[in-house]
Structures are given as structure tokens and as C-alpha cells.
């Protein structure tokens, strides 16, 4: 990291970790309300479509959030405030009329989402799709502000803002806990609409408190005329769409995950919680590496200072893989121990903790390749040049539907299994880490056209040499696992995940700095 990041990148952190603690327990209150029941097999079908447009559209790091720093970030508050206000009420309507499109098509929806789900899981799904449609008019202003705030350097509330969502979450599987021990039968916190219901009112809650502070900057004008600005507006609407895609290649293709996973019972409550542990971490990761980056790439594309962005670029990929590396090593010693710790409570058994904890290892192999593609990507749009990330995005698409059916054992209805790898569950996420990998490589090499080149084999060798220490440390730690893996409480199971996590980071540490790959300086301020 260079000195520019020093003055945002603890405030980021901060946040992030606070969004990401509180995210941790609101999913320690699922798994224990609803393990991998039925429930929440079917929430998360209903989730996708306004989930897909909550964390692409109104998220930090996605194509509105991305746009309006580029575009705004030039402009003074006034001008600034002006642009969003009459593009916010444009993307508001047009998401109004897609929310009203789904509302009365739920149930077609979710047959196309989900065709082998049991008929008491789609029922469920389309009553929970019915509730959440409201989030998707919601999303379209959260992203712009996201981005409008982070292009007034206002990070802080940026990176908070999901904690509101979570808090609510909480709140309501608390209320009803108490409330359905006196009125089991109340509609309103019964355990099929709670987590929909619970996820609108934090949705709104954040919507809320977003207009406040746009407004308090002076980024709201409602005032304004629709004349003025419209280069700006043009702007920021064509790197919307390609960048739609092309940042959201994760989450398109969250769809055919899903689609893929219906055949199996519990596999999208099992995939929600293995990719939750996952986020966690690699959220902290991306908005503390690659949010302040975004800004510092628009200024020097401004300023046509090509080598700066190949610079930091660079600099940015090594701490990428740094810490990736080291988490993807972490989390296949220790999986046991974490799944253990996080969710084996209430409803979420021992049949679920194995479940889980073989689905994270599978999304921990993906770490790095999740976190470069994501780098690269912004990267593109930061310097307004979508069309190649636009076209992989199809690509990768293609590519995701093709491994995950050759990875379940390519079914054919009436014909079987024509693949002899049948991986199940696991297969669909090793289907997305063989696709972003194959996405990064091309998108890396693309980058020469752009005149940034990259010391590719420098950077493959020193990859290399993370990645032996990880396997050297995780050896290592397994190897002691083994021997000390008797504690039967969870103080125990949590004092031997401490320890162990203490001893993996200073065996990664001291290797990679022998190893010369590791920049990272524990006692200096400036990174």
C-alpha cells in the first residue's frame, strides 16, 4: 500500500469490520432459528433476484457506486449534488417497474430459479419474493449514494451501513422467539415471512438514514432541472451497464449456481452459510484494498499518468494474493473448528456442520482468484474501460454453466449421469473458482492493451511462493490439530482456534518474509 491509503484505509477497515462482526452474528441467529430446514433453503431463492440487485447495484464497490466516484469525484458539491438527484430518479423508476414485474410474476420466478425444489419450498420462496420486492427500487438510491458519499472522501458510512440491515435481522428472530411463545400463530413474525420481512425493514432503515446524509452534505437537490448535466449523466449510465455485468460475473452466476443446486437438499442453506464465512473476511479485504484505490485511478486516469495506475496495480495485486493466500490456508486447517464455533447451536446440527465446513473449504480454494478478478475489474471501470470485462462477463457466464453441470456428473434427463465426476454440492463451487481463474488470466493479459503491462512472470513467481508457505503452514498446524483436537467444550474448541490462528499467522508471516515475497511492515505506520 502507498502513503494516499494511510488517512482512509483504517476508517474502512473499521466499518468493514464492524458490518462484518454484526453480519456474523445476525447468521449465528439464522443457523441456530433455522439451520438447513426448508425455510431457509427457500429464503435464499427468494433473495437472489433482490439480493443480485442490493450487493451489484446498491453495494459499495458495484457499477453505480463505481460510477458516480468516477463521474463525480471531478465535480464540486453543487454540480455533484445536482447529477445524482436526476440520476437517482431515473434509476429509482426503472427499478420501481422491474419490483412491480416481479411481484406479479414471483412464482414463475421461482420455478424458473429452482425447478427441483420440493412444492412447500417454492410456496414459501414466492411469499418471501412477494415482501422483498420493495428492496429493489430501494437498492438503486443506496448505490448512488454509497458512491456519492465515497466521492466526498465520506467513507465511514459507507462501510457501516449494512450493520442496520443485520441489527434488524436480530431484533426480529429475538422478537419472535418471545412474541410466538404466547401467539404461534401470528402472520405478521411467523418463521416463513421473518427473515423477508426482517431484511425489507433494515433495507429501508439504511435507505432512511443514507437520504439524511446526503442531504446534511448538500448532495440532495430536488430542486434541479433535468437540463443540466447531461454529458455527466451519459457517463455514468454507460459504465453502468457493461459494468453491471461484468462486476457482477459472482453474482450473475449465483443464478445457475442456484439453479444447479436445487437438486440437492439443503444445498442453498449450505451454500449461504459456507459463503458467508468466506465474505466475511474477503469484504474487509476488498473495501480496505480496492475502495481506495478507485478514486486515485480516476484522478490519474484524468491526468492520462498511465504508469502510476501500473504501479499501484501491481502493488495492489501482491498484497492481493498476500492475503488471500493466507486466508484460503487458514480456513482448510481450521474449518472444522470454525464451522463448529459459528453455527453448531439450536437447529444447525452435526449433519450441517459437516455439510458447511466441506462447502468452505471448497469457497476457500477460490479466495484469491475471487479477490484478483474483483481487483481487476474495478480496475477497468476506474479507468473507464468496460468493454472487455463486458464481453468476459458472457464468457464466464457460459463457462460457469458448462462446470457445473460436468461437475455434478453432467445429468441429462432420462440418460443419467454422462460425467464420471460427480462432486455434488462442492462441484458447483469449484465450477466458479475454475471461472474466475480462467476470467483473471484473461483480464490480466488484456491489460497490455490498455498500455498497463504487468511483470506477469515476476508476479506468478512470487504467487508461487506464497503459496508454498501457506501449504508448508497448514501442514504444519494440521499436523498439531491432530494431536491437541480433544477438547470437547466450546471454551476449549475456541482457545484451540486462537492459538492455532496465532501460530498459522506467524509461521505465514516469517516464511514469506524469508521467501522475500512479503512487503508488509508490522511496526510502521506507513503501508
Known amino acids: 500500500m502507498h502513503s494516499f491509503l494511510k488517512n482512509n484505509v483504517l476508517s474502512i477497515s473499521f466499518g468493514t469490520s464492524l458490518s462484518k462482526l454484526a453480519g456474523c452474528i445476525r447468521q449465528i441467529f439464522i443457523a441456530a432459528a433455522f439451520g438447513v430446514g426448508v425455510t431457509y433453503d427457500a429464503f435464499n431463492y427468494a433473495y437472489i433476484i433482490p439480493g443480485f440487485l442490493l450487493i451489484i447495484i446498491g453495494g459499495i464497490n458495484g457499477p453505480l457506486h463505481n460510477a458516480v466516484v468516477a463521474v463525480l469525484t471531478p465535480l464540486n458539491k453543487k454540480n455533484g449534488g445536482i447529477v445524482l438527484t436526476q440520476v437517482s430518479i431515473k434509476v429509482s423508476i426503472l427499478l420501481f417497474g422491474l419490483a412491480i414485474l416481479i411481484y406479479f410474476n414471483s412464482s414463475l420466478i421461482i420455478e424458473l430459479l429452482a425447478p427441483n425444489l420440493s412444492y412447500e419450498a417454492k410456496s414459501i420462496a414466492t411469499y418471501q419474493l412477494r415482501i422483498l420486492t420493495p428492496c429493489i427500487p430501494l437498492s438503486g438510491f443506496i448505490g448512488l449514494s454509497f458512491g456519492a458519499l465515497n466521492s466526498q472522501r465520506k467513507f465511514f458510512l459507507s462501510t457501516i451501513s449494512p450493520v442496520i440491515t443485520s441489527v434488524t435481522i436480530i431484533f426480529f428472530i429475538l422478537f419472535s422467539w418471545l412474541f410466538n411463545q404466547e401467539n404461534i400463530s401470528s402472520n405478521f413474525l411467523n418463521q416463513t415471512g421473518l427473515l423477508a420481512f426482517a431484511t425489507l425493514t433494515g433495507t429501508f432503515i439504511q435507505f432512511v438514514v443514507q437520504i439524511w446524509e446526503i442531504n446534511k452534505i448538500g448532495l440532495l437537490r430536488l430542486g434541479s432541472t433535468f437540463q443540466f448535466f447531461k454529458d455527466e449523466q451519459r457517463r455514468i449510465f454507460k459504465l453502468i451497464i457493461p459494468a453491471s455485468l461484468s462486476s457482477g460475473l459472482s453474482q450473475i452466476n449465483v443464478f445457475i449456481d442456484m439453479f444447479f443446486a436445487s437438486s440437492f437438499q439443503g444445498a442453498a442453506s449450505g451454500l449461504a452459510y459456507g459463503n458467508f464465512l468466506i465474505q466475511a473476511p474477503l469484504g474487509i479485504l476488498s473495501n480496505s484494498l480496492i475502495l481506495p484505490l478507485l478514486p486515485k485511478f480516476s484522478k490519474l486516469k484524468s491526468n492520462e499518468d498511465t504508469r502510476s495506475i501500473q504501479k499501484k496495480l501491481i502493488s495492489g495485486i501482491e498484497y492481493c494474493f498476500l492475503t488471500t493466500i493466507f486466508l484460503t490456508g487458514f480456513f482448510i486447517t481450521f474449518n472444522n473448528q470454525i464451522v463448529q464455533l459459528v453455527f453448531q447451536r439450536g437447529a444447525f446440527d452435526k449433519l450441517a456442520t459437516l455439510q458447511v465446513k466441506n462447502i468452505l473449504i471448497a469457497y476457500a480454494i477460490g479466495i484469491p482468484f475471487y479477490l484478483f478478478r ?154
Not at 512470487?462 to 477438547?487: G, H, P, R, V, Y
Not at 486462537?498 to 512487503?519: D, R
Request: net charge positive.
Open 374 to 527: 474483483d481487483l481487476l475489474v474495478r480496475t477497468y471501470y476506474s479507468i473507464e474501460k468496460t468493454k472487455f470485462p463486458f464481453k468476459l462477463s458472457f464468457a464466464g457466464i457460459i463457462f460457469n454453466i458448462f462446470f457445473d453441470w460436468f461437475l455434478i456428473g453432467a445429468p441429462i434427463k432420462n440418460f443419467g449421469n454422462l460425467s464420471p465426476y460427480n462432486f455434488g454440492v462442492v462441484g458447483i463451487i469449484l465450477s466458479s473458482v475454475i471461472v474466475n481463474l480462467i476470467v483473471s488470466i484473461l483480464l490480466s493479459l488484456n491489460l497490455r492493451n490498455e498500455d498497463i503491462h504487468l511483470p506477469n512472470f515476476d508476479l506468478l513467481k512470487k504467487i508461487t511462493l506464497m503459496a508454498i508457505s501457506a501449504f508448508i503452514d497448514s501442514n504444519f498446524c494440521f499436523s498439531i490439530l491432530k494431536t491437541t483436537n480433544k477438547f470437547n467444550s466450546m471454551l476449549g474448541e475456541f482457545l484451540l482456534l486462537v492459538f492455532g490462528s496465532l501460530i498459522f499467522f506467524a509461521i505465514y508471516y516469517l516464511l514469506t518474509k524469508w521467501l522475500k515475497v512479503n512487503k508488509f511492515k508490522v511496526y510502521k505506520t506507513k503501508i
